[in-house]
């Protein structure tokens, strides 16, 4: 594929028309000139130089709200110069592993903003892992450097002498760490606003959600990506990857990142309740590359999200099924006290979101203002980005849609009958089977066999599996089922626990549900529901079953046992099923 040809694909002219609009024309023309005039005359990166100018030229727009700090683009182009100069002094160089542990916030930003000036690689730590999880995932990345959270420090002190490869600890939120810890507010104020050497790259690196295990460093080659020889994108030619890197970029243009100009600042502006460690989490950033305004959340509450659309003028935002699920259960009079006529997109992610719950969100946010429907969603990996989106106009036209995660958009996606080796009609259910510009370049850190386990190959071409059933139907809107590992064959019937669930979450008295195997002894598995109900409530097991009943739910297909519980579910959306499951097993042999 030519470059003139991918310069006038449908996929580049959505991600033009994003990113001019939200930058603006006149400004961009303006910072590119001044951009490559400063890389010729300096020989420093035109990449480095471009955003080092865009945000001097912002001056005192809001680059970043945390809680009563307001940080201007012109005061943050300074911190970052600063957190460079640090970082480098500490011995970080391009390549050099710099992993973060810390509470959203706007040193967030600093330190990946700094990372990517420098060249240098951000392992992004979950705040959720176990000790021995954290050490494993900090030695895996390589990384010389941790940025640590003060709220989260005792938990890497505490694996201190596991950690080979790390050099220094620096602390955010404390001046007066323990011995061997370095404050970054210090180290800052020490520190002379100014490049270091170094090659400008995108340094977020993302860890697989982890809930079979202890997370998978995911690193993507980005040098190979786009170089010379196609066996470094397992057979993609260079024309095919820069082509699904611009259906990449494509989301930005479905979304409408170029129409979103706020009254008053005119920009984007996002907000962040989810946590910035999530691989999801970085569509809420993206509007901040291009000039937008940041608000991220340290601690997330249903009311407290209302509460910042309102404040802060929210236009764009990133949440998880179970961010929305919670503001739904706020009491009625608390979902009216606030504003939301700012809301324009609303993207959802990172695990299934029941179709109720769209429609429900949808018309909260029409009642407190907002001009139109303002769901959006999209389906995709931390190993693949984003692979289908779904628009208002969507499910406007065809409600049944409600029930998709969208339409195959930005990268390739096709439904594999795994019995037969071919590829499986429109509405047959099959494994989810994708390519995308991240899989080309996709590699699990020292762990080559499981990377080579997740692709299969296809009439020649490898492609990579999710471990998801579903099916496309015939206008290429994606239908997930369940997922493989999770699914139940009860009797020798395939049961999808996804539909069970969403049959369950129906009733008023609950906020979330999990359906899990259990042990049968004729049977040898059947589903079981674990039920965590909304404040207040009270229902038995019985009045459980006898909705499903009432919902169409037959035979095999209703849950066998229903326990009460909370649900470890985080808000990035993950429920470690494995450990509910457990449970149940306690003692019986287990089958799969």
């Keep these: 594929m030519s470059r003139l040809t991918l310069l006038a694909s449908a996929e580049a002219r959505l991600a033009a028309g994003a990113v001019v609009g939200q930058m603006g024309a006149s400004r961009l023309a303006r910072n590119l000139l001044g951009a490559a005039w400063r890389h010729f005359r300096k020989g420093s990166g035109l990449g480095r130089e471009f955003f080092l100018g865009f945000w001097e030229g912002l001056g005192t727009r809001e680059a970043v709200i945390d809680g009563e700090r307001r940080f201007s683009f012109r005061a943050f182009r300074e911190r970052v110069l600063r957190a460079v100069d640090a970082l480098h002094t500490l011995g970080l160089r391009e390549g050099d592993a710099c992993a973060v542990l810390l509470q959203n916030g706007a040193e967030w930003f600093e330190i990946n903003q700094a990372c990517n000036l ?51 600890i620096l602390v955010v939120g404390s001046q007066d760490g323990p011995s061997g810890t370095l404050a970054y507010e210090c180290l800052l104020a020490d520190a002379v606003p100014r490049l270091r050497p170094g090659t400008f790259h995108l340094s977020a690196k993302a860890y697989s959600g982890g809930t079979t295990g202890t997370p998978k460093f995911i690193n993507l080659d980005q040098a190979a990506l786009f170089g010379e020889t196609d066996s470094a994108r397992r057979g993609a030619s260079r024309g095919e990857a820069l082509h699904m890197a611009l259906g990449q970029l494509s989301a930005l243009g479905w979304y409408g990142l170029g129409d979103l100009h706020d009254a ?9 309740p989810g946590p910035l460690y999530h691989a999801g989490v970085q569509v809420a950033v993206l509007p901040f590359l291009f000039g937008g305004t940041v608000v991220p959340m340290r601690k997330f509450t249903a009311e407290a999200f209302l509460q910042m659309i309102e404040a802060e003028r929210i236009n764009w935002t990133f949440v998880a099924p179970t961010m929305l699920e919670r503001v739904l259960a ?80 930005t990268a390739q996606c096709r439904i594999y009958d795994a019995a037969t080796g071919r590829w499986a009609a429109r509405g047959v259910e099959g494994k989810v089977l994708l390519r995308s510009a991240l899989t080309f370049g996709l590699q699990y850190v020292g762990e080559q066999k499981k990377t080579d386990d997740c692709f299969i190959e296809v009439e020649g071409q490898l492609w990579y599996d999710d471990g998801l059933i579903g099916y496309l139907d015939p206008d290429d809107f994606l239908y997930l089922t369940s997922r493989e590992k999770e699914m139940i064959i009860s009797g020798g019937v395939n049961l999808f626990p996804n539909e069970i669930e969403e049959v369950i979450k129906r009733h008023t008295a609950v906020l979330d549900v999990a359906v899990v195997r259990a042990p049968d002894p004729d049977l040898g598995e059947v589903p079981a529901a674990v039920v965590e109900l909304r404040e207040g409530a009270a229902v038995t097991a019985e009045d459980i079953l006898a909705h499903c009943r009432e919902q169409g739910l037959y035979g095999f297909k209703v849950p066998r046992r229903v326990e009460f519980g909370p649900l470890p579910r985080n808000l990035a959306g993950k429920l470690p099923k494995k450990q509910l499951e457990a449970v149940f097993w306690e003692g019986a042999e287990r089958i799969g």
């Design 264 to 272: 008053q600042s005119g920009n984007a502006r996002s907000l962040v």
């Design 330 to 409: 706020l009491p009625e009079e608390v979902r009216q006290r606030y504003d939301l006529s700012s809301m324009r997109a609303l993207i959802c992610a990172a695990a299934p979101c029941p179709a109720p719950v769209k429609m429900a969100i949808n018309a909260l946010f029409r009642e407190q203002g907002a001009p139109r429907d303002v769901f959006h969603e999209y389906y995709g990996a931390s190993e693949t980005g984003i692979i289908t989106v779904l628009l208002p106009e969507d499910y406007a036209r065809h409600p049944e849609r409600y029930r998709s995660v969208g339409k195959v958009r």
């Design 118 to 168: 420098s060249g240098i690689i951000m392992p992004m730590l979950n705040w959720h892992l176990k000790p021995v999880e954290l050490a494993q995932c900090i030695q895996r990345a390589g990384a010389r450097v941790v940025v640590v959270d003060a709220d989260f420090l005792d938990r890497v002190l505490a694996v201190r002498d596991q950690l080979t490869t790390v050099s220094h």
